[in-house]
Every structure is written in C-alpha cells, then in structure tokens.
DNA sequence: GAAGATTGACGAATCAATCTTC
DNA sequence: GAAGATTGATTCGTCAATCTTC
C-alpha cells in the first residue's frame, strides 16, 4: 500500500519524537546538575573536554567544529566567558598569527577533573544506564547508520 | 571487574555521542527547511502542531508543557511572535480569567498544511529513513523505555 | 583577496518580580 | 494567598560587517 509514501510510519514518527524528548529531558538533567554541584553549564563542560581530549588545546576553527552546531561568532563568546571565569586563555599560533588557539588553563584543568565524575555519572543515571545490557550498543550502531548516511548526503 | 564503576562503558559513551550529534544535525537541517521554504522556524512549526493536535487551541501552561524544555516566559514570547505573524490568537477562559489560550487562526492552519508535507518528508529524508526497515521500531522502543524509567526516577 | 577570528547590532531565552483573577 | 500568565532586566546566540594576517 501507500506508493509514493513521504510522511514517516507511526513507528517513525514514535522514534523522532522519543528521540528529541529524551534529548531535552537527558540535556536538561545533565545540565542542571553540572551547575548545582559545579557551577559551571553543560556548554562550559563541553569546551573543557573538548580542549582536554585534544592535549589541552584547539584553535577556534577546531573548537567551533568539534562543539556542535555552535557559530564562529557563538564560540568566540562562549570561550570570552572561560576565559573571564579563568578556566581557558588565548594564545596566537606562533606560525599563523591569524590562528588563536584556546588553551586549558590549571583551574580549568582541575574544573574538569572535578566536574567529569558528576557528568560520567549522570550519563549513565539518566541516559544509557535506564537501557538493558547491549541496547547501549544497538543505540550505537542505529546513530552511526544516520550519522554515516547524512553525511553522504551531505556531500552529494 | 570494575566493580561500582560509575562512569560509562565505550558502548554507552558512543551511545551517548552520537545521538547527541544525531540531534543537532538533524534538528539543524529540518529548521533549515522550514525556513527556506516556508519562512517559519521549527519552533514556529511545533507550536502549530501543538495547537493542532489539541483540536486547534491550548492554554498557555498546556503548550509551555507541550513544547519540551521552554519556560512559561519563553512560551509567551513565542507566541507573541505567532500572534504578531496572525498565525495564533489569544483568547481569555470564558471559566477562569486568568487562563488564557492560544488558538490557531485560519492563516495559521494554512501555514500548517503547506509546511507539514515539508517537515514530515524531511524527517523521514534526514532521520528515519535512513534506519533499515524495522529499526525505526527498534529506535522507538529504546527511548520509550529510557523516556519509561526517566519519568520513574522523577517521581522517587 | 581570502582565511581566521572577532565585534556591533539585534533577536531570542531566562530569572525574578509583577499583575490579575481565583 | 496561590495559580496562570506576563513583563523588565539581563544574558546568550547569530548575522553581517570588520579587523588582522596571510
């Protein structure tokens, strides 16, 4: 039946509304309790781990890129209060002096450490800790498929 | 081993990634749609939907529960800015004065009409239809069971 | 002139405080 | 006084324009 369908199944339009629901519920959680236990938001935690995964550093091209979504202009700013809070400083590429590099400073090296444990913690507390034994994996290999598909159409 | 581990395993922690960047990527290209074709953000859409799927109208404490995450304050000004496109209306409670609805103009279902076989294609286009058959059902039951035992752990 | 990054101007989100009606 | 909703002040995100360096 249905030739020539083009709206989502039931069972589609069920996946794409669980799935931005649990979004914003895990999202929120996870925000929420990185403030009240670290005073610091999700975005400022992201910025960390991506710096720390990175060696300590990322030029602003490589920042804005690895954080999702995010404007240039968005990451500019977002870093502005890193900085401000000490947790990051700039530096110029000492090649490229069009380059800056944001870089983890000390405090925000030891923000990190005592904020990942909370963070870790609450990702397994309300999001793939509610699932049984191997559907963390199926949830794995279902997300490579989109992601793997979208960018392949994305460069078509 | 790991005996009280707290923090996730790889399989959760890619998990826990990807569909954070399954999100962004798709929410990104479906407002993007919306707005080249049919001039409205996906924000504009939901509550469209929202009002829609409720027979036409919703209180406003109804609707800023509808919408995920959004504030009471943040649901008013959007729907300022729906009132002020003539998409939506207000209208006071004949019961209770201080209840105030949002109702869905005429404009406002035609804009609907035209977008929904946009969004709805688009959601199959950059989501669901990338999954193989039957994993759209797959991915459904994964969140409704994390969505099941979130909602479990709130009321605790 | 183009790449990398930032800024000015504006739209949107949020908190606390407020207004109205119950 | 509490519920429903809005407003004022502030912060945050984004576009276009700009600055600097290549």
Redesign the pocket.
């Known amino acids: 039946v249905a030739i020539g369908r083009r709206g989502p199944t039931p069972d589609e339009m069920t996946a794409w509304r669980g799935s931005l629901r649990t979004h914003a519920l895990v999202v929120n959680r996870l925000d929420t309790e990185l403030r009240q236990r670290h005073g610091i938001?999700l975005?400022w935690y992201d910025v960390l781990v991506q710096l720390h995964e990175a060696g300590g550093e990322r030029?602003?091209?490589?920042l804005?890129d690895a954080l999702l979504?995010?404007?240039?202009?968005?990451?500019?700013?977002?870093?502005?209060?890193l900085v401000a809070a000490g947790l990051v400083r700039?530096e110029v590429?000492s090649?490229?002096?069009?380059?800056?590099?944001a870089v983890l400073t000390a405090e925000g090296r030891a923000v990190l450490r005592r904020a990942a444990p909370t963070h870790l913690a609450g990702i397994r507390r309300w999001f793939t800790g509610l699932l049984e034994p191997g559907e963390a994996a199926q949830l794995s290999a279902l997300n490579a498929r989109i992601l793997d598909r979208l960018d392949r159409k994305a460069n078509d």
């Open positions: 938001p975005d030029t602003m091209s490589e804005a979504i995010l404007s240039p202009s968005s990451c500019t700013r977002l870093v502005d209060r700039r590429d090649d490229d002096a069009r380059v800056k590099h």
